[in-house]
């Protein structure tokens, strides 16, 4: 212990040292000029000879340096280019060992001048001298100094002279011309020490403006005279013309330099514009003005591959939005990858984000937020819609029996509500990032929330990349309010004016760094963007105070990756080793982090970790968010999710293990403390599974079983595979993770899933034969596998066998249940005997134990129960009270699974419309839970009424939506009424063919599971199809069959509509006395309908048709007296109704019946909802001569 604690401290001594960058032997290029320019200035006191032995290696030091850090580059420098006056005719006359001596001392002095006010000396060229300022980086003051620099070495000519020994009368004199602009400056290695160059039209213009200098001159030209006006005294001499310069140049010569006086700082820095985004933030900003104008709601998802420039494309529209005058509502959010699998992270973050709220607060704090926000916008429905949108937060306990699937819906319709609500104050403007990695239920919230926005003032903007597509592969398909928005990379030219905005510093980098880096880049912002901070961070790009210089000594050695992770890796590499450690230590926690984690993961102070994190974040390494999830912490996230993936990468595997072990500790630990441990169970298992901790599985089933209470089912089946994933060899831990995967699977309609997980727990179960509690739960999964494949007497047995063992053991919950599960099996077998006493057994059990939600279910089935003993009343008014519970207990679903039975329930009352009307109410929220099942049922039962209000269109599309959902689903009994119903279709618009293929498929299945009942409708129907396509032998048979099975039609409507068709077809045939034996039949069935039965006179109606078309009756004043059109509409065949009353009819009664027809045929063909089909409808043989003999008899009365 005691050596630990020392190696620790030594440790953190040694790390804070490096972090304080006191590195020994740093070479520093500055260091170096200003020991050089100290030198110079004790030149007098020291000596020439001193001074220039001393300046020596320093110089060779300084040029080594330079040949590392600068290369070539575009820079902004300041030329100054001097020449002696008529030197060449001097010369002429002078001994070449005295010229020599002249012109060197001449190169010293300037040499010296230049050196000493921070120059470079270019290079020498006969008796001409060009420097450089600015050459190896910049200052604000070089034009300055490089002026001071010339009226120095002017006033050294005088000394020079008279040391030079000229003759008398002789003097040296020299033109000097300097100019400031962009040059590009290249560093040639093949030149014995290290040369520089600095080429370009500076270098020509200073080179010109010194030839038109007077003698003795100092002619600086406009651009350096920006620089340095106010300090110098000028002359100014415009309009120079000068050769190889096309345009007349301004220019100014110096007099003397000004007393010393305040000069103010400049900054030239600015924001990289976006580039090559305009038509897309135009488009952002127009439709903005289309929800303010419209009044409608709008939802713009921004799609992109990683970088292409969906946040920056979302920034700009931000700023933009910020700086507009009018008001708006702000709601921000951010989805990351761990948030994938935490149901409603996404939208948690939005809403706290706007109630101003953080993870740990308390739930009291977080609750009061809520009711703020609440209310005003809600009123009196205030704190009812905080408590229960602060339920659905997990901030208070649920009331008991209360469904967590109506707890969702209602919560994420209150936050669609409150958005609405707020927009008629201001525009609400919700930016939400990384869409593709936010929970599933977060996204179905985007893709329900019409209904409540549909006219609100509320504008989404959502960036995702494609990988949304493959989670959504329909997102906003078809959806009004949706626009997708596709980001494309950018060209390259427009790839090329960005490169050159993130190194204007640097000006126009060689062709070399130019090619590479946009072939890497691809068009990719965020690539570019990376790979200029790539170049500045390896010293390919190097800043120094203002200015930036290019080193390609730097660049050759290395190749940029041809994929971003390699310039990524480059940059994390570039860190120091302790702040890659700390890098790759937060990379493991996420990429979004907190220092107090990373300091555990890294077994540090936290301290010392901030100020690495520091460093980090001014690299751009990292961000730090302005506040934290966490009391007591500092909050981070990597600038890009790449650049996380690339620092973890990075991490040994075997150092990983052991880092997700510490950050998994260091969350539990802290999420549990705080209460919030069920939020971050998934965040804490996906650490455990990285870390190699058996721990893991119970941290994933903990985190699905919450996912299931808020019916995010996507993200419980991905977590209980994970939990499955890393369960050890513990067969109750893995029977539970199937069990909850099975619930999951049953929700979604996954049949394979189901069956898998079934045969797992049982395989599970057989290692468990002493633990009863698993075992029910067994025999209540194969009861409800049973039920759903139609196989009702196993269905029974299991729920026998489940009650038992609940009785045992004193389950009250499951022995309700069982008992429920039996009732239904003997529903649907119909056994309505066995159903009616295993519903009262559920029903004074629920009851007695306060299962509200059993209770409910069974009122519902007993609804059913009763509805097959055509005693309606009684059904209706078990459907309302099963619908009150529902309703109390805030279960959505459970109300729309009820509204489907009181559909059931008006249907039979003939009260179709209202019928309808129910199952449309239903089908949305069946839709946004995924419920496949009810979806498909509803589907197919919206169909079936749509047929008898004639609306063919609406019909044909369900039921063909329907199809689609149950061939998936594999439910035989479901897809065989589904197949009946889109036959009746096919038939009612003469396909007969397609009527007589789906007919026949849909009665093969219903003999296989079973189902009676739509053995005799399918039959009759069948018959009926084939004697109107004249195959009479066939119609023959299939009445024989429906005949055969009459006694199993559940109720009398069921054997009167069967009786009917089959009636109609031994009229067809001529067989009057079969016939008229079914008439009698009919009558006695059609007085067993229950009077408040609407259908009841429709088949009076027909009956009264019947026995006078077969000569039983010649009464046709008693059915001229039932003729009207609600009574037609409910008819089977209205058609020969209407004949039958025209053969009939005397001549006064004939025209009201030829109008009546005609009213019945218009009224049909309304009602289909699409001309092409109606005319399809119409084109029937029967209904075409309706037309024509009603036509006839409307003509005869006029």
């Given at each position: 212990m005691i050596a630990g604690r020392s190696g620790t401290r030594r440790r953190s001594r040694l790390y804070r040292w490096l972090m304080a960058g006191q590195v020994p032997g740093a070479d520093d290029v500055a260091q170096l000029r200003r020991a050089m320019e100290a030198l110079e200035a004790q030149r007098d006191t020291l000596g020439d000879q001193v001074v220039d032995v001393a300046l020596g290696p320093l110089r060779e030091r300084l040029d080594a340096l330079s040949a590392r850090t600068a290369g070539e580059q575009r820079r902004l420098v300041t030329v100054v280019f001097a020449d002696l006056v008529d030197f060449t005719t001097l010369s002429g006359s002078l001994d070449a060992e005295d010229v020599r001596g002249i012109v060197a001392a001449y190169f010293g002095r300037w040499q010296s001048a230049i050196t000493r006010h921070g120059g470079v000396v270019e290079k020498f060229i006969g008796d001409a001298v060009m420097a450089v300022f600015g050459l190896y980086a910049s200052e604000e003051d070089d034009a300055q100094r490089a002026v001071r620099a010339a009226l120095e070495?002017?006033?050294?000519?005088?000394?020079?002279?008279?040391?030079a020994g000229l003759p008398q009368g002789v003097r040296l004199h020299m033109r000097v011309g300097i100019d400031t602009g962009d040059v590009v400056v290249s560093t040639l290695g093949e030149r014995a020490g290290h040369?520089?160059?600095?080429?370009?039209?500076?270098?020509?213009?200073?080179?010109?403006?010194?030839?038109?200098?007077?003698?003795?001159?100092?002619?600086?030209?406009?651009?350096?005279?920006?620089?340095?006006?106010?300090?110098?005294?000028?002359?100014?001499?415009?309009?120079?013309?000068?050769?190889g310069i096309e345009d007349p140049v301004d220019a100014y010569l110096v007099r003397n330099e000004r007393p010393a006086r305040f000069h103010i700082e400049s900054d030239g820095s600015a924001d990289t514009p976006t580039v090559g985004r305009e038509r897309e933030l135009a488009m952002l900003r127009e439709t903005l003005d289309d929800v303010v104008e419209e009044r409608a709601w709008r939802l713009v998802t921004i799609v992109?591959?990683?970088?292409?420039?969906?946040?920056?494309?979302?920034?700009?529209?931000?700023?933009?939005?910020?700086?507009?005058?009018?008001?708006?509502?702000?709601?921000?959010?951010?989805?990351?990858?761990?948030?994938?699998?935490?149901?409603?992270?996404?939208?948690?973050?939005?809403?706290?984000?706007?109630?101003?709220?953080?993870?740990?607060?308390?739930?009291?704090?977080v609750e009061q937020a809520i009711g703020t926000a609440f209310a005003t916008p809600f009123g009196s429905r205030a704190a009812a819609a905080a408590r229960t949108v602060s339920t659905w937060l997990g901030l208070r306990d649920p009331e008991p029996g209360t469904d967590p699937r109506g707890l969702r819906q209602q919560a994420t319709t209150l936050l669609a509500e409150l958005m609405a609500r707020i927009s008629e104050v201001a525009p609400v403007v919700v930016l939400l990032e990384d869409v593709h990695w936010a929970d599933d239920e977060s996204l179905d919230w985007l893709e329900s929330a019409d209904e409540q926005l549909r006219s609100a003032r509320v504008y989404?903007?959502?960036?995702?990349?494609?990988?949304?597509?493959?989670?959504?592969?329909?997102?906003?398909?078809?959806?009004?309010?949706?626009?997708?928005l596709d980001l494309a990379p950018l060209g390259r030219r427009a790839s090329r004016t960005l490169l050159d905005e993130l190194t204007h510093h640097a000006g126009t980098l060689p062709d070399v760094v130019v090619d590479t880096v946009l072939g890497a880049a691809d068009g990719n912002p965020f690539y570019l963007e990376e790979l200029a901070a790539w170049l500045h961070e390896t010293g390919v790009v190097v800043r120094r105070d203002a200015e930036w210089r290019v080193d390609l000594s730097r660049w050759e050695p290395l190749v940029v990756p041809a994929t971003l992770r390699g310039v990524l890796q480059a940059r994390i590499d570039a860190l120091g080793p302790l702040d890659r450690d700390v890098a790759q230590r937060a990379a493991v926690v996420g990429r979004v982090f907190w220092d107090t984690a990373v300091a555990a993961v890294a077994g540090e102070d936290p301290a010392d970790v901030g100020t690495v994190l520091d460093r980090l974040r001014a690299v751009g390494i990292v961000q730090e968010r302005a506040t934290s999830s966490f009391d007591g912490t500092r909050e981070f996230l990597f600038a890009h999710s790449l650049l996380r993936d690339v620092a973890y990468d990075g991490v040994l595997r075997s150092r990983r293990t052991v880092d997700h072990r510490q950050a998994a500790a260091w969350l539990a630990d802290l999420t549990e403390r705080t209460g919030r441990g069920d939020e971050y169970a998934a965040v804490v298992a996906d650490h455990l599974e990285r870390g190699a901790d058996e721990g893991a599985a119970g941290w994933y089933l903990r985190a699905a079983r919450r996912a299931g209470s808020v019916w995010a089912l996507q993200d419980a089946e991905n977590l209980l595979a994970g939990a499955l994933r890393t369960a050890p060899a513990d067969p109750a831990l893995r029977f539970d993770a199937h069990a909850e995967r099975l619930l999951v699977r049953e929700r979604r309609g996954d049949v394979d899933g189901q069956h898998a997980d079934l045969e797992a727990m049982a395989a599970s179960a057989a290692d468990l034969p002493a633990d009863e509690a698993r075992q029910l739960r067994l025999a209540l999964a194969r009861s409800v596998w049973a039920f759903e494949r139609s196989s009702y007497d196993d269905a029974s047995a299991h729920a026998a066998q489940a009650a038992d063992l609940a009785r045992h053991l004193g389950a009250d919950a499951e022995l309700a249940a069982a008992?429920?599960?039996?009732?239904?099996?003997?529903?649907?077998?119909?056994?309505?005997?066995?159903?009616?006493?295993?519903?009262?057994?559920?029903?004074?059990?629920?009851?007695?134990?306060?299962?509200?939600?059993?209770?409910?279910?069974?009122?519902?089935?007993?609804?059913?129960?009763?509805?097959?003993?055509?005693?309606?009343?009684?059904?209706?008014?078990?459907?309302?009270?099963?619908?009150?519970?529902?309703?109390?207990?805030?279960?959505?679903?459970?109300?729309?699974?009820?509204?489907?039975?009181?559909?059931?329930?008006?249907?039979?009352?003939?009260?179709?419309?209202?019928?309808?009307?129910?199952?449309?109410?239903?089908?949305?929220?069946?839709?946004?839970?995924?419920?496949?099942?009810?979806?498909?049922?509803?589907?197919?039962?919206?169909?079936?009424?749509?047929?008898?209000?004639?609306?063919?269109?609406?019909?044909?599309?369900?039921?063909?939506?329907?199809?689609?959902?149950?061939?998936?689903l594999d439910d035989q009994e479901a897809l065989a009424t589904a197949l009946g119903v889109h036959g009746q279709v096919e038939a009612l618009l003469g396909r007969t063919a397609s009527a007589h293929e789906l007919f026949t498929e849909a009665l093969t299945i219903a003999k296989e599971v079973g189902d009676h009942q739509l053995e005799v409708d399918l039959a009759a129907l069948l018959a009926l199809l084939m004697v109107e396509a004249g195959v009479p032998e066939s119609a023959r048979e299939w009445a024989g069959v429906a005949l055969a099975s009459m006694s199993d039609a559940h109720t009398a409507k069921d054997r009167a509509e069967a009786l009917l068709r089959v009636h109609y077809v031994y009229r067809e045939l001529g067989e009057v006395s079969r016939a008229s034996a079914l008439a009698r039949d009919l009558a006695a069935v059609v007085a067993d309908v229950p009077d408040d039965v609407r259908a009841r006179a429709s088949y009076e109606l027909e009956l009264a048709a019947a026995q006078i078309a077969l000569g039983r009756s010649s009464d046709h004043v008693e059915l001229l007296s039932r003729l009207d059109l609600e009574a037609l509409r409910g008819c089977v065949r209205p058609e020969a109704v209407l004949a039958t009353a025209l053969d009939a009819g005397d001549g006064a009664a004939l025209p009201d019946v030829a109008e009546l027809a005609l009213a019945l045929l218009d009224d049909r063909t309304s009602a289909i909802g699409d001309p092409d089909l109606a005319r399809e409808y119409l084109a029937t043989s029967g209904r075409e001569a309706l037309r024509q003999r009603a036509s006839r008899a409307r003509a005869e009365r006029s």
């Open positions: 070495m002017r006033a050294s000519l005088r000394d020079l002279t008279a040391a040369e520089f160059v600095a080429v370009g039209q500076t270098v020509n213009r200073a080179s010109r403006i010194q030839a038109a200098a007077p003698v003795d001159g100092v002619l600086i030209s406009a651009g350096t005279h920006r620089h340095v006006r106010g300090l110098f005294s000028f002359e100014e001499r415009p309009g120079l013309v000068l050769k992109g591959d990683a970088g292409v420039g969906k946040s920056r494309l979302a920034f700009e529209l931000d700023r933009w939005l910020s700086e507009r005058p009018e008001p708006a509502w702000w709601f921000r959010g951010r989805a990351t990858r761990s948030d994938l699998h935490r149901p409603n992270a996404l939208l948690r973050t939005v809403l706290f984000a706007r109630i101003g709220v953080t993870e740990t607060d308390p739930p009291a704090t989404v903007v959502a960036t995702a990349r494609p990988a949304l597509f493959d989670r959504r592969p329909l997102w906003g398909e078809g959806r009004a309010h949706h626009v997708r008992q429920l599960a039996f009732a239904k099996a003997r529903q649907w077998a119909f056994d309505l005997d066995g159903a009616r006493a295993a519903l009262t057994d559920a029903l004074r059990t629920a009851r007695a134990h306060g299962l509200t939600d059993v209770e409910a279910e069974a009122l519902r089935y007993r609804s059913m129960t009763e509805v097959a003993e055509d005693d309606y009343a009684a059904a209706l008014a078990s459907v309302e009270a099963a619908y009150a519970l529902n309703s109390q207990r805030g279960d959505e679903e459970a109300q729309a699974v009820t509204l489907h039975q009181s559909s059931n329930v008006l249907y039979h009352l003939g009260r179709y419309s209202e019928a309808l009307s129910a199952l449309i109410q239903a089908l949305p929220l069946f839709r946004r839970t995924g419920y496949r099942y009810r979806e498909a049922v509803t589907l197919t039962n919206a169909a079936a009424i749509a047929l008898f209000t004639g609306q063919l269109a609406d019909a044909g599309r369900w039921v063909t939506e329907s199809l689609e959902i149950i061939r998936r």
